[in-house]
């Protein structure tokens, strides 16, 4: 059922965002150098590795490191892509990855290799027994605030209780958190 649920709503976002997708790829290519997509190896269900898009909000000669570990992360963004990141419209692309299975709407954001470390093995084997999603309980509630053992604890309780009808309200929710920016409450 999720998966069915998945595909339906991924072509029908995509279909009703194509106009949109279209104007972001072109403010990308107009606003700087590079590619419109950049692409990242992910961990996916069962420690399967995909690649994930998303719309490039760096410049093209940003260190390849994770955001948080760049002295002055901003002076890497390219001129829309702060608007792209607050505004989460650098994930649009990643329908194409639900729309292929890899990846769903809803569950654990995707992790790199590198983010192990932050897991002991059983959380790990347990974060990644589902389809990672473009959102989860995590981004719901905290977006990219909390520590990494809070989101590591959303995570876990959302494969404890993941199904069609919480998956529909943490859609909810992250929609709220979006357009609200971060007003929960």
Do not use: C
């Amino acid at each position: 059922m999720k998966r069915i649920f998945d595909l339906i709503l991924a072509i029908f976002l995509f279909l009703v965002l194509l106009i949109s997708l279209l104007l972001i790829a072109v403010l990308v290519i107009a606003t700087s150098k590079g590619p419109v997509l950049y692409w990242s190896d992910r961990i996916g269900k069962n420690n399967k590795i995909f690649k994930m898009p998303k719309f490039r909000s760096m410049l093209i000669d940003t260190p390849t490191v994770a955001t948080h570990l760049l002295d002055n992360p901003d002076s890497y963004l390219s001129p829309i892509g702060g608007f792209l990141r607050r505004s989460s419209l650098d994930e649009l692309p990643q329908l194409f990855n639900v729309i292929k299975g890899n990846m769903s709407l809803v569950g654990p954001r995707p992790n790199v290799f590198a983010q192990q470390e932050l897991y002991s093995k059983s959380e790990w084997e347990k974060r990644n027994s589902v389809r990672p999603g473009i959102t989860g309980l995590a981004q719901a509630l905290i977006r990219s605030s909390g520590t990494p053992d809070e989101r590591t604890r959303l995570d876990l309780k959302y494969v404890e209780k993941q199904s069609l009808f919480y998956d529909i309200y943490i859609i909810m929710l992250t929609i709220k958190q979006v357009l609200f920016k971060g007003d929960t409450n």
